[in-house]
């Protein structure tokens, strides 16, 4: 395996980590907005929700888009 290779694996399991990490949040979210008793819980719940699905929305595009490779860098076809 070539360090190329090494380098794009690593980078994988850190967006896949990014995406397990705001699920664990999101599933929090819902958990503490599901067990709240007084309404102010119900909506830090609903905003770790929130929080937590942009999180996954945003950056493992930012990463990626970060990681890229330049148009010049590839081999002409």
């Given at each position: 395996?070539?360090?190329?290779e090494?380098?794009a694996?690593?980078r994988?399991y850190i967006?896949v980590a990014v ?9 929090i979210g ?6 709240a008793q007084?309404?102010g819980?119900?909506?830090?719940g609903g905003?770790?929700?929130?929080s937590?699905l942009?999180f996954?929305?945003?950056v ?8 890229k ?5 590839t081999?002409?076809a």
């Open positions: 395996m070539t360090d190329a090494r380098l694996m690593k994988y967006i995406n397990m990490l705001g699920t664990a949040g999101a599933v819902l958990l503490v907005a599901g067990r007084h309404y819980m119900t909506v830090f905003a770790i929700l929130l937590s942009y996954m929305a945003v493992p595009r930012f990463l990626a888009r970060r990681w490779t330049p148009a010049e860098a081999p002409e």
